[in-house]
């Protein structure tokens, strides 16, 4: 499957917080939090659910990666949605594992893998926040 995607039991606002301090203690930024549907209410569109498109970056994995193949960049940084879907809060993210695939370069594979478990701890650990 191309995405991860989990449960989580606050809502987008708080998920999204508790979310924030995760990734920073595994060295991700949240470069953008781009709320869709404040937006599209300010661009006169009616968005009945909350979704929040969150990008995300450690800047010394982005460098390393981008140094062994600047194609990369058309995937970085790594996008993560937190969203409501039917009365619940998700947590979703394309797989850097699938999205690497797309370059062809297999020397590449090891890293999404290691990017990619980190990300899955963090959403898991969010979604799953007291």
């Given at each position: 499957?191309?995405?991860?995607?989990?449960?989580?039991?606050?809502?987008?606002?708080?998920?999204v917080q508790v979310l924030e301090g995760i990734l920073k203690d595994e060295?991700?930024?949240?470069?953008?939090?781009?709320?869709?549907?404040?937006?599209?209410?300010?661009?006169?569109?009616?968005?009945?659910?909350?979704?929040?498109?969150?990008?995300?970056?450690?800047?010394?994995?982005?460098?390393?990666?981008?140094?062994?193949?600047?194609?990369?960049?058309?995937?970085?940084?790594?996008?993560?949605?937190?969203?409501?879907?039917?009365?619940?809060?998700?947590?979703?993210?394309?797989?850097?594992?699938?999205?690497?695939?797309?370059?062809?370069?297999?020397?590449?594979?090891?890293?999404?893998?290691?990017?990619?478990?980190?990300?899955?701890?963090?959403?898991?650990?969010?979604?799953?926040?007291?």
């Amino acid at each position: 499957m191309f995405h991860y995607t989990v449960e989580a039991n606050h809502s987008v606002g708080e998920t999204v917080q508790v979310l924030e301090g995760i990734l920073k203690d595994e060295k991700f930024g949240v470069l953008w939090d781009f709320d869709i549907k404040e937006t599209l209410e300010k661009k006169g569109f009616d968005y009945d659910r909350n979704y929040r498109v969150l990008e995300v970056c450690n800047p010394e994995a982005a460098k390393e990666v981008l140094t062994q193949n600047h194609m990369v960049g058309y995937f970085l940084p790594c996008k993560i949605v937190v969203y409501e879907d039917q009365g619940k809060t998700n947590i979703g993210m394309p797989r850097p594992t699938a999205l690497i695939d797309l370059t062809g370069d297999e020397s590449l594979k090891a890293f999404a893998e290691d990017i990619e478990s980190k990300l899955v701890t963090c959403m898991d650990k969010a979604a799953t926040e007291e």
